[in-house]
């Protein structure tokens, strides 16, 4: 009887690993790239922390939620610049832009470093990879994200991306961005969670200052596509 247990139980194991497919890092961001361009809606968390080369320093918090068929983006934006708070601001725009489809960068543009296998976040199983963005496509990128590269030096992309195991979402994507012959440098740690059932959100009552946006650095703006945040608001 002992054995017979033993045997079937090596049969399940035996069949459950040849019905795992191994997927190659390549394989993941390619599939991650499908996932981010079929979801409904999302909801989006990131903070933005740019460092000036005399160690000034501002933080930025954006969140927000997305809604393709409504057409919808509802989002709130708090900034704080050497640890002061100098204000925040919310709205809502009539279509929900690019802003999450900027999110996970084009899978030809990235190259895994270090494969750093599976793991937890957030009680979902994830692929954790380290990545840099490859240099030769780096300006292409800065072009399609600023519409104005001319206005900045190249940017120098390393993150660590964690991707959902079933899903192949980005739940989670962080970046340090280096700007070539100055020494400024910016981290962007971005959450996306609710895939496909994004609450719709109204719009809290939030302290508003006139200069808000002129205490954001002319590169994390750009970066971060506030610009076309102030379009909708004129």
Same mark, same amino acid.
């Given at each position: 009887?002992?054995?017979?247990?033993?045997?079937?139980?090596?049969?399940?194991?035996?069949?459950?690993?040849?019905?795992?497919? @191994?997927?190659?890092?390549?394989?993941?961001?390619?599939?991650?790239?499908q996932?981010?361009?079929? *979801?409904?809606?999302?909801?989006?968390?990131?903070?933005?922390?740019?460092? !000036?080369?005399? %160690?000034?320093?501002?933080?930025?918090?954006?969140?927000?939620?997305?809604?393709?068929?409504?057409?919808?983006?509802?989002?709130?934006?708090?900034?704080?610049?050497?640890g002061? *708070?100098?204000?925040?601001? !919310?709205?809502?725009?009539?279509?929900? %832009?690019?802003?999450?489809?900027?999110?996970?960068?084009?899978?030809?543009?990235?190259?895994?470093?270090?494969?750093r296998?599976?793991?937890?976040?957030?009680n979902?199983?994830?692929?954790?990879?380290?990545?840099?963005?490859?240099?030769?496509? !780096?300006?292409?990128?800065?072009?399609t994200? /600023?519409?104005?590269?001319?206005?900045?030096?190249?940017?120098?992309? /390393?993150? /660590?991306?964690?991707?959902?195991?079933?899903?192949?979402?980005?739940?989670?994507?962080?970046?340090?961005?280096?700007?070539?012959?100055?020494?400024?440098?910016?981290?962007?740690?971005?959450?996306?969670k609710?895939?496909?059932?994004?609450?719709?959100?109204?719009?809290?009552?939030?302290?508003?200052?006139?200069?808000? *946006?002129?205490?954001?650095?002319?590169?994390?703006?750009?970066?971060?596509?506030?610009?076309?945040l @102030?379009d909708?608001?004129?």
């Amino acid at each position: 009887m002992t054995q017979f247990l033993i045997t079937g139980i090596l049969v399940l194991l035996l069949t459950a690993c040849r019905s795992i497919r @191994i997927f190659t890092p390549e394989e993941v961001l390619q599939k991650s790239m499908q996932a981010s361009t079929i *979801f409904s809606s999302v909801s989006y968390t990131m903070h933005a922390k740019h460092t !000036a080369g005399n %160690g000034d320093y501002t933080n930025v918090l954006l969140q927000g939620n997305l809604h393709r068929e409504s057409q919808k983006h509802d989002w709130r934006m708090s900034v704080e610049r050497n640890g002061m *708070f100098v204000g925040s601001i !919310a709205g809502v725009r009539a279509e929900p %832009g690019d802003l999450y489809l900027q999110l996970p960068f084009p899978a030809t543009l990235l190259k895994v470093v270090q494969d750093r296998g599976r793991t937890q976040l957030d009680n979902h199983a994830v692929y954790r990879y380290d990545v840099v963005l490859r240099d030769a496509e !780096a300006e292409s990128l800065l072009d399609t994200l /600023t519409e104005s590269p001319s206005q900045l030096p190249m940017f120098r992309f /390393t993150g /660590t991306l964690w991707i959902d195991s079933e899903s192949f979402l980005i739940r989670r994507s962080t970046w340090d961005i280096t700007m070539q012959d100055t020494d400024e440098m910016m981290k962007l740690d971005v959450t996306v969670k609710n895939h496909n059932a994004a609450p719709t959100m109204q719009i809290p009552n939030v302290t508003s200052v006139e200069n808000i *946006f002129e205490n954001i650095p002319t590169s994390l703006s750009l970066l971060l596509g506030i610009p076309k945040l @102030i379009d909708e608001m004129q």
